[in-house]
């Protein structure tokens, strides 16, 4: 009898903590669930678009190496042009030589003879869909900015040959329709650095907007030459233009022409002679100026028409560069090198003609595609003096780049395990080009 009686009383007290333990229980879901999805939203990622493979696409859901940075990033991190992105861009390392041409290097693959403006880069760069051909012009500073794109690993199939180690693309802001509005922004720090901005949205009636936008930007030098009283090291100043205008009479055909304008004079980097017997970093002793002064130019015309089936886009592109430089290519003084090594000019002009037409398939279809041509006409005319132990050489050379391209570009969907199957079709890329030089010497 005792022993029923306990066997009893266990099972009201088991009972009673069940009942307890579920009214506990019982209340708690509602908050616990409220916490779960609070955790769930605010862990969900945004939306970022992208346009890496010349078509808008959602880069959580693309089987790409690419890195996206929006234009306000940028701006709060302060960078100013392609070099300030180390660190920032995983593989990416972009660097000056001679103070002036930007090497780019992606994944330890680019381009290591800059000079050579008649070379392939290993890393491509396009601005607003316009390939920009010389590691000269790929100098022009960052400014009203978008988002940056940065594609690691070979391209060639939508980017063509310049892009076995990336490319990297650059989106400005462009005008919209209907609405005034603008910004501004001014900044000041050591150096006597300072940048200044401003950028309009003009709507032109209901078919037409305008975006203006320019930029200054300067800092003094970072380094002093002792040889040459006045001239600093890193003394630059930079000017940048760009017109927007955006026509668009229907909902189905946009188009976008933009003229933009980069002027720099810019003193050389601060490199310093192994054999320089001064300590300080920032002291060089260097008998020849190194300068660049450069003013490059670029005007495209990006048609867009979207079709029921597919989307038509073109565009067509000039760009012309004026450059003069000046190198001390063994950044010392004669007296303690016992001779001399220095380009006294190198001038540089060019005019380059690209036309790019795009078919691309609507968003949602079964099959993704993109098919098109490229076409590119480049001129360069080079004048060069240089010193080198007590001769003088001169050269004049001339260069002519013919190239075209035609490629396409497919990824079929299939519905297995919520995960995407990915291909790449190259139907075929090639180059011609031909080349006349005409090197003097003189001593």
Known sequence: ?????????????????????????????ASAQEDANAAVESTELETIIVTAQRRAANLQKEPLSVTAISG????????????????????????????????????????ETPQNIYGQPGVSVFIDGLYVPTSLGVLQGFFDLDRLEVLRGPQGTLYGQSSTGGAISIVSEQPFLGEFGGDAS?????????????GLNLPLGDTLALRASAQHYAHDGFAKNVAIPGYDLDEAGETNVKLSLLWK??????????????????????????LDPLKDPRRVQQDFPTALNMTYQMYSANLVWELPFMTVKSITGF??????????????????????????????NSDTWSQEINLVSIP???LDWITGIFLI??????????????EEHTSELRHVVNSYAVFCWKK????????????????????????????????
């Open 319 to 348: 760009q012309k560069m004026k450059n003069n430089q000046q190198i001390d290519n063994d950044r010392l003084t004669y007296d303690l090198l016992g001779r001399w090594d220095a380009q006294a000019k190198w001038e540089s």
């Open 412 to 443: 079929k969907r299939k519905k297995q395990n919520n995960k995407n199957d990915a291909t790449v079709l190259l139907v075929s890329e090639t180059d011609t080009s031909r080349r006349t030089s005409v090197v003097q010497a003189t001593r």
């Open 1 to 29: 009898m005792s022993h029923d009686c306990r066997y009893f009383r266990k099972f009201l007290l088991s009972s009673a903590a069940a009942l307890s333990l579920g009214a506990v229980v019982g209340i708690q879901p």
């Open 249 to 274: 009479p229907t909902d189905d055909f946009s188009a976008i022409f933009m003229a933009r304008s980069y002027e720099t004079d810019t003193n050389g980097a601060a490199q310093k002679n192994i």
């Open 72 to 111: 306000d990033t940028i701006q709060e991190a302060n960078i100013v042009d392609i070099a300030g992105l180390n660190g920032y861009v995983p593989g990416l390392l972009a660097q000056r030589s001679s103070g002036s041409e930007l090497m780019i290097n992606i994944r330890g693959v680019g381009s």
């Open 377 to 390: 006409e480049s001129k360069v005319d080079q004048y060069i003096v240089e010193f080198r132990r007590s």
């Open 186 to 198: 001014f900044s000041y720090g050591n150096y006597n650095l300072n940048r200044e901005f401003l």
């Open 364 to 366: 949602g279809s079964k």
